[in-house]
């Protein structure tokens, strides 16, 4: 019979699966209710496997793991949690974890996976030295996210293709398992090339020349960036990329796994230039040009006594908008505010150089600043609530998708028939989950568009475009 000590904060948990374990007379459970009291017990008294939930106050089952690793136990041990995202799994594994377990509602069906869950832990003691359990574990951390995903192992062969992958990337997973020589990329790019998954050992230049702009990337860790693709149907879409390694309980790399999404709603454009090792990567949301404004409009804004202030403005504008040069038009804007920095307009297209040069820090300075010197002008807050917005989607972050929400909401207020600003605030709900509110906007702006009503926020540079 084999010891185990099951710990978790759940009493109604633990005298379950301890009634469980005594019927199948496989296994005696030692139950404790926190990681603290099981490091206690754990210097007295040994165990075949420890089952430890992720979702514990003061010392969660990460924690828990890296203390006793750290100590030299070597204890099969299996992570039992209720979080649904493959971070947490990998972070499981990556850590020395033996399987992790998501929480279903079936404790009888609980107890089974955990039994046979420990028994292949015991049998193998390390994962890796068996390949079918290597194989299987890297498989149910793909199945356990609900995020599009997919793993290879070290030879670059598919071991893992989930289902939200088959529906993003209308490619079963029969088509997939087993495929290398880079097959998976053709749902995504229309040809066999070289992923995010394959480059997270690459350095930053050998990935912007696969034509990646990278978001963020840690030492060891996962690596976000950003790219454009080709669908099955011949249209192009944006992509957004999460890679990360996976290593055994040795520290020996096993597999990579990749996770991708849909962005095109948000980057309506992304323009990498890969031809050159300085290539500069571009992000932008595409804005429609608009009739000239009245005359005498840019006076009101810019002033008339600012001459060389406007004619610095006319040069980036120009510049931006013709010429696609976002580094000069910097330079003319810069110029522009140095001799007075209390103009909105040129804040609000500095900041869009900027976000096109995937400056979004300074983006986002600069969208702030427009604002703040004129608050209720729906042009500049429409920029920001953009930018917010891409913050949010690419770093997954609810905090700024909030912001830009609230933002965008401001402009609704003063435009109720801009049909943009609809579409905004519904996929930045969409982002953040919440799919019945994402759906009240969506539809909102569907109906202006079939009314024939939607008003148009007309950029002020156009007035300079020659």
């Given amino acids: 019979m084999l010891s185990v000590l099951l710990i978790d904060d759940e ?7 301890r009634l469980f374990s005594e019927r199948s007379r496989e296994m005696s459970v030692h139950t404790t209710q926190s990681a603290t009291e099981a490091l206690k017990l754990l210097p007295e008294k040994s ?16 924690e828990f793991l890296k203390i006793i690793r750290s100590e030299g136990n070597t204890t099969p041990v299996i992570i039992f949690t209720a979080a649904g995202h493959e971070h947490t799994a990998i972070e499981a594994i990556n850590n020395g974890a033996n399987f992790y377990l998501k929480k279903g509602e079936d404790p009888q069906m609980q107890f089974r996976e955990l039994s046979s869950m420990v028994k292949t832990a015991v049998e193998g003691k390390y994962l890796g030295k068996n390949l079918g359990s290597t194989r299987r574990i890297i498989s149910d951390m793909i199945n356990f996210s609900s995020e599009p995903g997919f793993a290879i192992d070290r030879e670059g062969k598919v071991v893992a293709w989930n289902a939200s992958m088959e529906q993003l990337a209308d490619t079963p997973a ?27 050992f690459e350095p930053d230049d050998e990935i912007k020349r696969e034509k990646y702009m990278i978001v963020s990337r840690v030492e060891k860790g996962p690596i976000i960036a950003v790219t454009r693709g080709l669908k099955k149907d011949g249209s192009e879409w944006t992509i957004w990329s999460k890679a ?5 309980g040795q520290g020996n790399f096993i597999a990579a796994v990749e996770t991708l999404r849909d962005i095109t709603a948000t980057f309506k454009d992304v323009v990498i230039q890969g031809e050159t090792q300085d290539a500069v990567e571009q992000i932008t949301a595409a804005a429609s040009r608009q009739t000239s404004k009245p005359s005498g ?20 504008v120009n510049l931006y908008a013709e ?3 976002y580094a000069e038009a910097v330079v003319a804007f810069t110029k522009a505010l140095e001799i007075d920095d209390k103009l909105p307009h040129v804040w609000n297209d500095l ?9 979004n820090k300074s983006a986002l300075t600069s969208f702030l600043r427009a604002v703040e010197l004129a608050p209720e002008n729906p042009e500049l807050l429409f920029s920001l609530g953009e930018t917010l917005e891409m913050i949010g989607v690419l770093y997954l972050s609810n905090k700024y998708l909030g912001s830009a929400i609230q933002t965008f909401k401001l402009v609704a207020n003063q435009m109720p028939n801009n049909a943009d600003v609809w579409n905004h605030i519904g ?13 009240f906007y969506f539809d909102r702006a569907r109906d202006i568009h079939i009314w024939k009503k939607h008003t148009p926020i007309i950029p002020t540079r156009d007035e300079f475009l020659l």
């Fill in 323 to 325: 010429e696609k040069k």
């Fill in 174 to 200: 029969d088509d997939m398992i087993e495929k290398g020589d880079y097959i998976y990329a053709v749902p995504f790019f229309g040809r066999p090339r070289k992923m995010l998954v394959n480059l997270i």
């Fill in 297 to 316: 409009f840019i006076d009101k804004i810019l002033g008339t006594s600012s001459g060389k202030a406007t004619s610095f403005y006319k040069e980036g």
């Fill in 351 to 359: 900041g869009l150089c900027y976000r096109e040069m995937g400056d």
């Fill in 427 to 439: 996929i930045c709900y969409k982002e953040m989950g919440q799919i019945e509110e994402s759906k």
């Fill in 47 to 62: 165990f075949d496997a420890i089952i430890v939930d992720y979702d514990m106050p003061e010392i969660n089952g990460i």
């Fill in 244 to 248: 990360m390694p996976v290593y055994d």
């Fill in 11 to 17: 009493p109604a948990l633990l005298e379950v699966l």
